[in-house]
């Protein structure tokens, strides 16, 4: 139904006129202008949003095109023992990188010309951070997840030092007796690892003396080329997206070894009385290496002759 209201007014001749006209719409057809206003508006900005999206994919193929191109450089320098060539694609904007690098190029040339297989990667996936790329690439046969970084410069993108801000925020998380100092990154693929300290625990506090508070910390660095090892009561590991994650999600005995042997070592030489906690001679901590050796070669059984050793 459509209302119309219209004004008169009296002139001086006593004519009427209309001076105005209020219409009432039809509400129905009103509503349907805003809906099919609001269906054009959103399908303008999913277009917009598809439009950037294709555009920052493109951008990120572009990217990944050319990193890969430096990552093969570097595969084929240190194949052919080229350390110069590899250096070039080196950042030389970070102090220690380029000797570092150039370091691992000298061993790596060392090796015979197959053993270089595994120095080939693929890039998989960029995330952009600046002028930072976050790589993640898979490395040689065994298909290793990798994080590597390339920075943009005036020379092109080249091979640069990780960056602790793309790793996220640092998080600690308790697991039993077990500390885990990481960062959000890797806590999706540390599980492994902090279960088979969980296991060693277990296995040797049940036949060695362990104080009550046998906590062990796993902290995982984001040093590139960290090695396990002990600092104070804490095993340090590099984080596993510089070791390598295993692509098919299954942790390689050697790996989970690493771990065993350093939690064994840590708990045996916690069950050990003071004042050798700390201060052990070279035939102490011969022995706990040989324990923790035998406990990592997945003999439990060793955890008893330990204390007859001691005594």
């Not at 500390?179 to 690892?193: N, S």
């Not at 590991?237 to 692509?247: H, R």
């Not at 030489?269 to 070279?282: E, G, I, N, T, V």
Request: charged share 20%.
């Amino acid at each position: 139904m459509r209302i119309q209201f219209s004004w008169y007014v009296e002139d001086e001749d006593e004519h009427w006129e209309t001076v105005d006209a209020l219409a009432r719409r039809d509400w129905a057809q009103t509503l349907r202008c805003l809906w099919i206003a609001l269906g054009l508006a959103l399908m303008l900005a999913g277009s917009g949003y598809a439009a950037v999206s294709r555009y920052q994919h493109t951008a990120l193929q572009r990217i990944a095109f050319q990193i890969q191109s430096v990552i093969d450089l570097e595969a084929q320098a240190l194949a052919r023992g080229d350390v110069e060539r590899y250096l070039a694609q080196q950042d030389p904007a970070v102090p220690g990188w380029l000797a570092r690098q150039a370091e691992f190029a000298r061993g790596c040339c060392a090796q015979a010309p197959s053993d270089t297989a595994d120095l080939t990667a693929e890039a998989q996936r960029v995330e952009l951070w600046g002028d930072v790329a976050w790589v993640e690439v898979t490395v040689g046969q065994d298909l290793l997840r990798q994080a590597r970084f390339y920075r943009q410069t005036e020379r092109g993108w080249l091979h640069t030092v990780p960056h602790a801000r793309l790793w996220r925020h640092p998080v600690a998380q308790t697991y039993g007796a077990v500390t885990v100092h990481a960062h959000e990154r890797d806590l999706e693929y540390i599980q492994p690892l902090v279960q088979a300290a969980q296991q060693a625990l277990d296995d040797l506090c049940a036949g060695l003396p362990c104080p009550a508070e046998r906590g062990l910390e796993l902290r995982f660095v984001l040093a590139a080329g960290q090695t396990p090892g002990l600092l104070g009561d804490a095993v340090i590991l590099p984080s596993p997206w510089l070791s390598g994650i295993p692509a098919a999600g299954v942790w390689e005995q050697s790996a989970l070894g690493e771990v065993r042997y350093w939690a064994a070592y840590l708990a045996a030489r916690k069950a050990m009385d003071p004042p050798f906690y700390y201060d052990l001679s070279p035939r102490q901590r011969a022995v706990l290496a040989e324990y923790a050796t035998l406990y990592a070669a997945r003999d439990p059984s060793a955890a008893n002759v330990l204390p007859r050793i001691v005594a």
